[in-house]
């Protein structure tokens, strides 16, 4: 089970951060990722980081503004977002993939939380 929270309401240049939390697995998957989805589209992918090392990999759109961490002893990982822009907004999932390698789709990820809503406002 996969549960995101610290979406929230904030205005624009202001920062974020997102929490999601795994539990419930003797397991722990390989990858964990974010995705965003506004209405009407697809979701999109904003990062994601391995619990077994390697840098996290970022969205051209998000990268140098987010920041994609882990705490492994909780079992947790975080998105840090700064200078947060109105094109930021939408429900942000957490998701969870069970192999090993970079992926950037949303069928490559075997498990999502319920999202959490930013709003960006200018």
């Known amino acids: 089970q996969l549960v995101e929270s610290g979406g929230r309401l904030v205005q624009a240049g202001g920062s974020l951060r997102l929490s999601c939390t795994s539990s419930?697995?003797?397991?722990?998957?390989?990858?964990m990722g974010w995705f965003r989805q506004t209405p009407g589209k697809e979701r999109e992918f904003v990062a994601s980081?391995?619990?077994?090392?390697?840098?996290?990999y970022y969205a051209d759109s998000v990268k140098g503004r987010f920041t994609c961490s882990k705490d492994n002893a909780k079992n947790t990982v975080y998105l840090q977002m700064d200078s947060l822009k109105a094109e930021d907004t939408a429900v942000y999932y957490c998701?969870?993939?069970?192999?090993?390698?970079?992926?950037?789709?949303?069928?490559?990820?075997?498990?999502w939380g319920q999202g959490t809503q930013v709003t960006v406002s200018l």
């Open positions: 998701a969870a993939r069970r192999t090993l390698g970079l992926a950037t789709t949303a069928k490559a990820f075997d498990y």
């Open positions: 419930g697995r003797t397991d722990r998957p390989y990858i």
């Open positions: 980081i391995s619990w077994v090392g390697g840098s996290p």
